[in-house]
């Protein structure tokens, strides 16, 4: 019946949402002419700086005056929310929003640097750096929920992940040997993640926030008992930045892009591939049948509980893998909970970003600039609490689950028990 | 959780099942073999973590008396220590008794809110809530200890009411999953605080780090005699009671429980479903207010950043005790004497204090799995009946 | 292909579903399943799918026994089942769904959709199965989503066809449809087996009648060798008496008039389009329709479990529109929620505490917020008796009571009340034929006591036993009212069917007008007088 009932209620919902996104673009720009483009003196310059630390070509930097600049990015949130509220962009809505919000924060920056000079391809770099765990956190999360168990266990997978990479690889003498490790370990607390939720039918909240206490109690008593009587087991060393040649050298993108440590290339290809896996290929089928409908799937001759299984077991690996990078990839050793969270921001991202690979990782450089944000202004001493950077991601996801910006969309089975008789 | 039904009705009314004694050895006798299960687990990891036991192990083939004896000694040290520390003398008792306090108002909140459908992860952002407000209150105020401490108290249920209220009211208005919002909730909570801690309304004078005023003295909680153990227990204690006759004797409960085991049947009934939600996580939110500010007024007098660490406490003290006042506070005994103890326990037998986080770990996943449980230990499954599973999905 | 089952028993934990069941399908023939609800079709042919193993018994395709421990190795037996509940992944295209499980593929496992589009067009044109193949499930209507699991099976090669209650969700002209589909298939060699509780479609389809009652074979038949009366009585085991006993109504007062109410459904479709009607007290108004025409979200618009568009819902008088359903309950309304599993009862709560789901907070239950546990038990202890819930106890969990003593409970709840208005959704749906007497007998009797009664039912007899005057929906509208002499299981199946030009609707249009105008006196007549067609 639903075809002849299909004249979708053009409602006023929808309407009342247009109206409600006009008004916002108007107000950023207006708050973007007032506070940061009165808001720099005239006559000064922001400098934003184009080289990395690696990069052979010398960029002159690029100065702008700051004030024009800024006002400029206004009057385009200001000209956006015209349009939007007299014709109405449609279904680019959400993009004309991010549009917007990214015309804020550039003005914000010209405002934060004028008369001052900024490296942005330097934040830009440690946007991507920063983003890294995040994003491997959500696809663990991801290859999880798709098939219907839902994963907070994230965080606890990488703290255990991160310090096996550091112990092992220690012990071993090879980054290698670390990493496979470090994602065993993530894969094991996944196997137990599923045990719990499929066999025991644990609810899986619960199962998820066992590991992540016995996680971080686990790591804490270890690194107590072992690490800090044995400091030689905790300096594993990190995976070298493998230049790739040529693209390395492009301006600005290259060194952003193609100097990087094995972890990065990891995480593009993972993306990518799960990306490809999950919506073209047999196994993705199948995997989002059991996520969305598992009785269905399990109606055409599909095992419903082994692809929740080896999903929440490849879903432990990555988070394994996001693990490795904090002690492998990054800082070189395991420090208490020095995941300190970000398994948390990771589930934010995967929300944030549908439940969709490419939209996780977009989710997770967002993360990762409001981090890197918060980084840079600290150097340009700009008097604004860095806290309030540092919980964007918490309210972004707030406001996506509680549909304020689009509604995410979770899988239809997701957290749900699958019994047979 | 919807699980599947035979399609055929059963036409006869099934036979009556009182609530035989088997149904109660069994939820007395499955936490009890988690606790037992979890220290054995428990033990294990000591054994195997500590160098020169393990070392003994290694080449048990040469001398496998030692490696058994040696392990034995550290198992028995540890949890002797432990056990001493928790209940060995008066002093100990006190300690025990002091950790629980703020431990049985956090599992109290996540356990009201289960019995109303709600997962409140969020007991950290909600003792954050409390201490921010109660902590304000205590060292800005002066008045008389009559007076300043209830308004202190009052005030830290008031700041955790409103925090936890923002997740039922999401919940309510958008249906926003209170397990996202709540940890969403926390993170933020844990921002703000780092915010206030450097303001000049909360950072002590003179002070550069993150660190909060302390509280006059008089809010403090009184200590009893020369015990730390204070009223803070007292507190807890009767809380216990007011939400156990909160949830089996008034409507309110009855409403909470009603909509806990089927929203829309309540719905259907005429009560509001989405006022229940609010006031639920409010009352919840207030209840870990009152455990952050326990602890605040109680101990340690003043706010730094981080978080204390009971919400996930909260959580397994709520699942061992079955979502029942009385339960929770025998679960948040044992954990308090587990906390209690720790530190006797790393004294004597040089295990990390950070063990019991493991057992306590351990203790949830056991308890939270009761066929795991039977099927260790082989029992007998009474019916077909498991332990409801309590979130849904987080669509919805 | 030949099919058979020998001696399949299932049980479950308290519940024997299947005992001893024999069948035997023949290659190319269309094999009925006749029985009540709950009389163990569905559970007989999950076992042949593989979703349930059989306790005892054993299966055998030409003539070789096979185990099928799951649909996959059904499916490979060239065995397809359409489920009752259709086991579509909604965010999935047609075309996914055909292949889910076979899917065609290039090399490193991707998926070759245009493969299996292709050979999913080929199937629709052979068996005139029209789909789009690119549409998504969740916007189909339900006759199309049926065609998209019929080709799922084809799409796996099924010899074997398991229907189970293909029409519950069909109107008349899409039962049309199918039957000529099955008729194809037929030609074509399949076998199909067709599980309903409707006589007069197995009649229609049948080549051979297996009747089942109560998990075991009664007996085995073709449709010329019986009629719809010896059918009708295996199935029940008795001699059924369905039409109730109803004495001419004495129509009273309106009570409550609803008019051009227009309701959205989840997905915000417009469901309810512009209805009006009113109810007096003192009768019965059934409203008939295949199942999703928008009954279910006008009771909820009405009942304040919805909310409203536009239109508005007038109760004794007074605006109620958007009201919730607990202001709704205090003037007088009871309701008996269509899934009482889901909607009407607290399945793991005691009968006692079901009993005072509404009136919780008012004496003698309770004080201030402080329950009254003394008067709890009091009132469950009564109500028990006077409504004959079946129940060694007021403190058994109303999820161990029987389908038709956890109906009486609600009803028990509901009707126990001073009310002015009734609302009942499918009242005796899945119940056994004592428990649907019994409380027909309490609605007809509520009606005489006064109350405007409106019963929403899918089943036609029911309507018609019941209804003093029926309106019937078609696609969020009422497309025809009819009094109670007047209406016939033919004219009510035209008005199901949305086929309002015959007449029917008009006639009474024009009649309603011209007795506005000369304000005819009261019955037979009078219940005319009240229709107001959309």
Redesign the interface.
């Known amino acids: 019946?639903?075809?002849?009932?299909?004249?979708?209620?053009t409602?006023r919902?929808s309407i009342r949402r247009a109206r409600v996104l006009g008004i916002v673009f108007m107000a950023l720009g207006f708050a973007a002419a007032w506070w940061f483009g009165f808001g720099s003196e005239s006559g000064l310059d922001s400098t934003f700086g184009l080289n990395s630390r690696s990069s052979e070509v010398d960029l002159p930097p690029l100065a702008l005056p700051s004030r024009e600049t800024a006002l400029l990015l206004a009057a385009i949130c200001v000209f956006l929310g015209a349009i939007q509220l007299t014709r109405g962009f449609g279904k680019q809505a959400n993009l004309i929003l991010g549009v917007a919000v990214g015309c804020f924060i550039l003005a914000f920056l010209v405002w934060a640097a004028r008369d001052d000079s900024l490296n942005m391809v330097g934040m830009l770099q440690s946007t991507l750096l920063r983003s890294v765990p995040i994003t491997l956190g959500a696809l663990s999360g991801l290859l999880c929920?798709r098939s219907g168990v839902?994963n907070?266990a994230i965080e606890g997978m990488m703290l255990t992940a991160a310090f096996m990479g550091a112990i092992v690889g220690s012990a071993a003498g090879s980054t290698w040997v670390g990493l496979i490790l470090a994602v065993l370990a993530g894969g094991l607390l996944g196997a137990l993640l599923a045990v719990?939720s499929i066999?025991?039918?644990?609810?899986?909240?619960?199962?998820g926030?066992?590991?992540?206490?016995?996680a971080?109690?686990?790591t804490?008593?270890?690194s107590?008992?072992?690490l800090a009587?044995y400091q030689n087991l905790n300096s594993p060393g990190r995976f070298p930045v493998i230049e790739i040649p040529l693209l390395s050298d492009i301006p600005i993108i290259g060194p952003m892009l193609f100097a990087n440590n094995l972890f990065i290339y990891l995480m593009f290809i993972l993306v990518i591939g799960i990306n490809?896996a999950l919506f073209?290929?047999?196994?993705g089928?199948?995997v989002?049948?059991v996520g969305?409908?598992p009785?269905?799937?399990?109606?055409?001759?599909?095992?419903v509980l082994g692809v929740r299984y080896r999903n929440v077991i490849l879903g432990g690996m990555v988070a394994g893998l996001a693990g490795a990078y904090f002690t492998l990839g990054s800082v070189g050793r395991f420090d208490e909970n020095m995941t300190g969270?970000r398994g948390?921001?990771a589930?934010?991202a995967m929300?944030f970003g549908r439940w969709n690979p490419i939209g996780a990782f977009g989710a997770a450089l967002v993360f990762g600039f409001a981090d890197s944000l918060q980084n840079t202004l600290a150097i340009l001493q700009v008097p604004i609490?860095s806290?309030?950077l540092?919980?964007a991601p918490?309210?972004a996801?707030?406001l996506v689950?509680?549909?304020?910006v689009g509604r995410a969309?979770?899988?239809?089975?997701?957290?749900?028990?699958y019994?047979?008789? | 959780m919807k699980t599947e039904t035979p399609p055929a009705e059963p036409q006869e009314i099934e036979p009556p099942r009182p609530r035989s004694r088997s149904i109660a050895v069994e939820a007395l006798l499955i936490p009890l073999l988690a606790l037992f299960s979890a220290l054995v687990v428990g033990g294990i990891v000591m054994i195997f973590t500590d160098p020169e036991v393990a070392r003994a192990w290694a080449s048990v083939g040469r001398n496998p008396g030692n490696a058994i004896s040696m392990s034995w000694d550290l198992v028995s040290s540890a949890y002797g220590a432990l056990f001493e520390g928790a209940f060995g003398n008066p002093t100990a008792l006190s300690e025990t008794l002091l950790a629980s306090t703020p431990l049985i108002l956090a599992g109290l909140s996540v356990a009201l809110a289960f019995r109303a459908g709600l997962f409140n992860i969020g007991a950290e952002g909600q003792i954050i809530g409390g201490m921010l407000t109660s902590s304000w209150v205590a060292f800005t105020l002066d008045l008389p200890l009559v007076i300043h401490l209830p308004i202190a108290l009052i005030a830290g249920f008031l700041g955790g009411a409103f925090w936890g209220s923002i997740a039922g009211f999401l919940k309510a208005r958008t249906g926003a999953h209170e397990v996202i919002t709540t940890i969403m909730l926390n993170f933020i909570a844990l921002n703000l605080l780092t915010f206030f801690l450097k303001t000049p309304i909360y950072q002590r004078p003179g002070r550069t780090d993150p660190l909060s005023k302390e509280v006059a003295e008089s809010a403090r909680l009184p200590s009893f005699g020369d015990y730390r153990v204070n009223w803070g227990i007292v507190l807890a204690l009767l809380t216990a009671f007011v939400v156990w006759y909160l949830l089996f004797r008034t409507t309110i409960g009855f409403r909470f429980r009603a909509v806990g085991a089927n929203p829309k049947a309540a719905a259907y009934a005429g009560m509001s479903v989405a006022g229940t939600y609010i006031l639920a996580m409010a009352l919840a939110g207030g209840l870990s207010g009152l455990a952050g500010t326990a602890n605040l007024l109680g101990v340690v007098y003043s706010m730094s950043p981080g978080f204390l660490g009971y919400g996930f406490d909260a959580i397994a003290l709520a699942l061992l005790g079955r979502t029942h006042p009385l339960g929770v506070v025998l679960a948040a005994l044992l954990f308090g004497a587990l906390r209690a103890g720790a530190l006797q326990m790393q004294g004597t037998a040089g295990v990390g204090t950070d063990i019991i986080v493991v057992i306590q770990a351990l203790i949830i996943m056991f308890v939270a799995a009761p066929a795991l449980v039977r099927e260790i230990y082989r029992i007998r499954a009474r019916s077909a009946i498991e332990t409801d599973a309590i979130t849904k999905s987080w669509a919805s | 292909m030949k099919i058979e089952l020998k001696g399949i028993t299932k049980r479950f934990p308290g519940v024997i579903a299947n005992k001893d069941v024999d069948l035997i399908v023949n290659g190319g023939e269309v094999h009925a399943l006749l029985g009540e609800n709950g009389a163990g079709k569905s559970t007989l042919m999950n076992v042949l799918y593989g979703l349930y193993e059989p306790t005892e018994g054993e299966v055998l395709v030409n003539g070789e026994p096979v185990t099928f421990k799951s649909p996959g190795d059904a499916i490979d037996s060239a065995i397809g089942m359409v489920h009752q509940h259709f086991m579509l992944v909604p965010v999935f295209t047609v075309t996914e769904n055909v292949m889910l499980g076979v899917e065609p593929t290039q090399n490193f496992g991707l998926l070759d959709k245009r493969k299996a589009r292709a050979r999913l067009v080929e199937l629709s044109e052979r068996f005139g199965l029209k789909v789009d193949p690119d549409a998504m499930v969740e916007d189909l209507p339900v006759g199309v989503e049926q065609r998209v699991e019929i080709l799922k099976a084809l799409y796996r090669k099924a010899d074997c066809l398991i229907l189970d209650e293909p029409t519950a969700v069909l109107t008349p002209a899409e039962i049309d449809d199918l039957f000529e589909v099955i008729e194809t298939l037929k030609a074509a060699g399949v076998s199909i087996i067709f599980i309903s509780h409707k006589l007069k479609e197995v009649m229609a389809v049948a080549d051979r009648i297996t009747v089942l009652r109560r998990g075991e074979v009664v007996g085995s038949t073709t449709p010329n060798e019986t009629n719809e009366q010896q059918l009708a009585e295996m199935m029940v085991g008795r001699s059924v008496q369905l039409t109730v006993d109803v004495e001419q109504a004495q129509p009273g007062e309106k009570i409550l008039e609803v008019t051009d109410l227009e309701v959205l459904d989840d997905r915000m479709h417009r469901t309810v389009k512009g209805v009006s009607f009113e109810v007096r007290s003192g009768e019965i108004l059934a409203i008939a329709g295949v199942q999703g025409n928008g009954q279910t979200e006008l009771i909820e618009g009405i009942t304040g479990m919805r909310a409203v568009e536009t239109g508005t819902v007038t109760l004794d008088g007074k605006d109620v529109t958007g009201s919730s359903s607990k202001r709704l309950f205090e003037m007088g309304m009871a309701h008996v929620p269509e899934d009482r599993q889901e909607d009407g009862l607290v399945t793991s709560f005691p009968i006692k505490d079901n009993l005072i789901l509404n009136t919780y907070q008012n004496a003698p239950y309770s004080k201030g917020i402080v329950m009254n546990r003394d008067a709890i038990d009091a009132g469950a202890d009564k109500l028990v008796k006077e409504y004959d819930v079946r129940t060694p106890s007021i403190e058994v969990n109303a999820a161990a009571l029987s389908g038709g003593n956890q109906q009486k409970v609600i009803v028990a709840r509901e009707f126990s009340h001073s009310n002015n208005l009734l609302i009942a959704s499918q009242p005796t749906r899945g119940l056994d034929v004592g428990s649907i007497q019994y409380i027909h007998g309490q609605i007809v009797a509520k009606r005489n006591e006064g109350a405007a009664v409106i019963i929403v039912s899918s089943e036609l007899d029911e309507i018609l036993a019941l209804g003093d005057r029926i309106a019937v929906m078609y696609d969020g509208k009422i497309i025809g009212v009819l009094d109670r002499s007047e209406a016939t299981r033919e004219r009510c199946g035209m008005l199901m069917a949305g086929l309002s030009g015959e007449g029917v609707v008009r006639q009474s249009a024009t009649e309603t007008s011209a007795v506005a105008e000369d304000e005819r006196p009261p019955p037979p007549a009078s219940s005319a007088e009240e229709e107001t067609t959309s």
């Open positions: 019946m639903s075809t002849i009932a299909a004249a979708p209620a409602s919902v929920e839902i907070i719990l066999r025991y039918r644990v609810d899986q909240i619960v199962g926030t066992v590991i992540n206490i016995l971080l109690g686990l804490s008593y270890l107590a008992q072992i009587r490809i073209r290929s047999r196994w089928l199948r989002r049948a969305e409908h009785k269905a799937a399990d109606t055409v001759g599909i095992k969270g948390f921001i589930l934010a929300i609490a806290e309030f540092l919980m918490y309210i996801t707030i689950v509680a549909g304020v969309r979770p899988p239809a089975a997701d957290g749900q028990l019994i047979k008789e």
